[in-house]
């Protein structure tokens, strides 16, 4: 992976609106144990292969002019425990956000959530960019799930490949807009009970 394939899946995450202002970060774990991630405060619709941060694997930055994204913990973190993957991407989707709210994952009982999203779990606010958050994440993520709701902040999705996690992020938001509506929609229905 190059960081132009990184650049097609950010402009594809920001005209999903899955990302917004300077939210969002993605990486890519290389051969060499090295790392390609985004930078910090850019907004990812507006990225060029040269913006790409490049770490070798012990972390150090090949251009120390460079700045990494401040959630780089997160990153680092996902692909301690999860020696198979080679992709994050950690995004702010709207629903996400707001069915995070509720300290739950979403109901997954819809064909597309049942067949094509992988494995899911819920972690409770703390402060972005911490060692704290990524540790939480990476319990989750060595427990097996592939997308982790975070509390009030918003998703971070792992994969084989950028389109994996990529998919598992769109996935991920419209289970959740579905489960928020649904819920709304709830509120209008005959309850058990009631007279039709
Ligand atoms: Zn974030």
């Not at 389109?163 to 289970?175: G, I, K």
Request: proline share 6%; with cysteine; glycine share 8%.
């Amino acid at each position: 992976m190059t960081p132009d394939d990184i650049i097609v899946w950010c402009r594809r995450l920001w005209d999903r609106r899955l990302v917004m202002g300077t939210s969002g970060n993605v990486s890519v774990r290389l051969h060499d144990g090295g790392l390609l991630v985004t930078p910090s405060g850019r907004g990812l619709g507006y990225l060029e292969p040269r913006d790409i941060v490049r770490l070798d694997a012990n972390g150090t930055r090949c251009d120390p002019a460079q700045r990494p994204t401040s959630e780089l913990p997160l990153h680092l973190a996902a692909y301690r425990v999860r020696p198979d993957i080679t992709c994050v991407v950690h995004t702010h989707p709207t629903m996400s956000v707001v069915w995070s709210k509720s300290g739950s994952v979403f109901p997954r009982d819809t064909i597309g959530a049942s067949e094509s999203l992988g494995k899911c779990a819920w972690t409770p606010y703390r402060k972005n960019g911490t060692t704290e958050l990524a540790d939480l994440c990476a319990l989750e993520f060595e427990r097996g799930a592939d997308v982790v709701i975070m509390e009030r902040h918003g998703l971070t999705a792992v994969g084989h490949s950028l389109e994996e996690a990529f998919m598992q992020t769109e996935l991920a938001d419209e289970a959740a807009r579905i489960a928020y509506f649904s819920e709304q929609g709830n509120a209008f229905l005959p309850q058990k009970g009631d007279q039709l």
